[in-house]
């Protein structure tokens, strides 16, 4: 992500892709997309109503050698793209957990980055 956010390490990973243990949300754009592209078997709807990539092995089902196979892909979501500086949903900064990147416990002054970038919006 470029702008006045330092580069993370994410592509490809050095922390075995920590952050894509859980899948992701994705739009309904992105969801119809990578079913037509990678197979209807790799998206799924919550009983929420969400969708979501599905989780194999401990990782997202686009995670495999050490690499996102969809990192390139137009319809990349939005969610990875952002993460962990900008919430997909509302565009402003992501307000989670984001030590679910072990970058950001090895080096705590890029949370104080995104607090202090989050808070000049």
Do not use: N
């Amino acid at each position: 992500m470029s702008g006045p956010f330092p580069r993370l390490p994410c592509y490809p990973c050095p922390h075995h892709a920590a952050c894509c243990a859980y899948g992701t949300t994705v739009s309904d754009v992105e969801a119809q997309s990578l079913r037509a592209r990678h197979g209807e078997d790799k998206v799924y709807r919550t009983r929420w109503g969400e969708w979501r990539t599905r989780v194999r092995k401990g990782r997202c089902v686009f995670y495999q050698d050490q690499g996102c196979t969809i990192h390139d892909d137009p319809h990349y979501p939005a969610v990875c793209r952002g993460f962990p500086w900008t919430d997909a949903e509302t565009g402003g900064a992501y307000e989670f957990d984001q030590t679910i990147c072990p970058e950001f416990v090895s080096r705590p002054e890029l949370v104080q980055i995104g607090r202090h970038i989050s808070g000049s919006r």
